[in-house]
């Protein structure tokens, strides 16, 4: 295994992200997927290239490309197996497969995705991450994670320093002034249709 700077990054790579991938597949899961990225992308426009920073397997890219076919993908995913599997849905040559901190390129996407990954982010390392998005963000950045007006610290499945909640999107907004805040949302575990994990969405458009 490669080594991180960080142990969020180890706990990913390792096992505990193989079972996640396991956990987190289903045609239940790709149908919610499509009904969030319908709501949480209405407001863009003429999208041609996308990057996801922590793809897992693809479930996101695959309600995606259900959405905008015509859309190019490329990804960023830390664990081994779950990139292996990625590789079944976009080409190889797309996959960043290392940590988020080791990411760099002078490309720029039209759509910027970060879902359920900065929720796991050591928040001491959260300024590099919110510097590599906004660096890799034409026009779109899209934000849906766990939501606190404060900082906060939880256990995560019986493992501590593993899961935090903030306002990422203000964060950034308030250390890139080029984002504003074009339209948010909260998707609910209790849907009776469309349910994911209390996510608060948040889509910033950058003013160049």
Same mark, same amino acid.
């Given at each position: 295994?490669k080594?991180?700077?960080?142990?969020?990054?180890e706990f990913?790579?390792?096992?505990?992200?193989?079972?996640?991938?396991?956990?987190?597949?289903?045609?239940k899961?790709?149908?919610?997927?499509?009904?969030?990225?319908?709501?949480?992308?209405?407001?863009t426009?003429?999208?041609?290239?996308?990057?996801?920073?922590?793809?897992?397997?693809?479930? @996101? #890219?695959?309600?995606?490309? /259900?959405l *905008?076919? =015509?859309?190019? !993908? $490329?990804?960023?995913?830390?664990?081994?197996?779950?990139?292996?599997?990625?590789? @079944? #849905?976009?080409?190889k040559? /797309?996959? *960043?497969? =290392?940590?988020? !901190? $080791?990411?760099?390129?002078?490309?720029?996407?039209?759509l910027?995705?970060?879902?359920g990954?900065?929720?796991?982010i050591?928040?001491?390392?959260?300024?590099?991450?919110?510097?590599?998005?906004?660096?890799a963000?034409k026009?779109?950045l899209?934000?849906?994670?766990?939501?606190?007006?404060?900082?906060?610290?939880?256990?995560?499945?019986?493992?501590?320093?593993k899961?935090?909640?903030r306002?990422f999107?203000g964060?950034?907004?308030d250390?890139?002034?080029?984002?504003?805040?074009l339209?948010?949302?909260?998707?609910y575990?209790?849907?009776?249709?469309?349910?994911?994990?209390?996510?608060t969405?948040f889509?910033?458009?950058?003013?160049?």
């Amino acid at each position: 295994m490669k080594s991180f700077c960080t142990e969020q990054e180890e706990f990913w790579a390792g096992n505990f992200g193989d079972s996640y991938s396991e956990r987190n597949k289903s045609e239940k899961l790709l149908s919610s997927n499509l009904n969030f990225f319908s709501r949480a992308l209405k407001s863009t426009n003429s999208l041609k290239k996308c990057i996801e920073f922590g793809a897992n397997i693809g479930m @996101n #890219i695959q309600a995606l490309m /259900k959405l *905008f076919p =015509d859309l190019e !993908f $490329n990804a960023v995913e830390i664990n081994k197996k779950a990139s292996e599997k990625l590789k @079944n #849905i976009i080409p190889k040559e /797309k996959i *960043f497969e =290392d940590s988020i !901190f $080791n990411f760099n390129s002078n490309e720029v996407w039209d759509l910027v995705l970060i879902k359920g990954v900065l929720i796991h982010i050591n928040p001491e390392m959260l300024g590099k991450i919110y510097e590599i998005l906004e660096k890799a963000t034409k026009k779109y950045l899209l934000i849906a994670e766990y939501y606190s007006r404060n900082p906060e610290t939880l256990v995560y499945r019986g493992f501590d320093n593993k899961l935090y909640k903030r306002d990422f999107a203000g964060e950034i907004i308030d250390k890139y002034p080029a984002f504003e805040l074009l339209d948010y949302g909260f998707v609910y575990h209790r849907d009776s249709n469309f349910p994911l994990d209390d996510i608060t969405w948040f889509l910033l458009q950058k003013i160049n």
